[in-house]
């Protein structure tokens, strides 16, 4: 059984960093894509970064050399450490799994197919 949790969020200054986590159970043990996403009222969901059962990281163009997307596999725990934040970054974030490695290579968040309830970030 799946399930993904996260927690991190919080309200911080333009400038700072937080560090998002995703607690991963039912993790499947071969092909697997991880995602974190986010989503502002009134607009589409959008893919933030990615990584796959292979180790492979992807980023959206916005958050590149700002973001890192970890994972810590003894923990099961998914990270995404955010520096620089700008106001442009607020919105809920989201932690989603796929159990197909090769959907790091789609942003489209209907490919993933679990997910956790969302943490705010909220960036003034």
């Known amino acids: 059984h799946v399930q993904l949790v996260e927690s991190g969020g919080g309200s911080v200054q333009a400038g700072e960093s937080l560090t998002l986590s995703c607690a991963v159970s039912g993790l499947p043990h071969s092909s697997y894509c991880l995602g974190w996403f986010r989503q502002t009222p009134g607009k589409e969901r959008e893919g933030v970064a990615a990584?796959?059962?292979?180790?492979?990281?992807t980023y959206v163009e916005s958050v590149k050399g700002r973001f890192t997307i970890s994972q810590d596999n003894a923990k099961n725990t998914l990270y995404l450490q955010m520096n620089s934040l700008e106001p442009e970054d607020s919105a809920m974030y989201y932690c989603?799994?796929?159990?197909?490695?090769?959907?790091?290579?789609?942003?489209?968040?209907?490919?993933?197919?679990?997910w956790g309830q969302g943490t705010q970030v909220t960036v003034s």
């Open positions: 990584i796959d059962s292979d180790g492979r990281t």
């Open positions: 989603a799994l796929d159990d197909n490695k090769f959907t790091i290579g789609s942003w489209y968040w209907q490919e993933y197919k679990h």
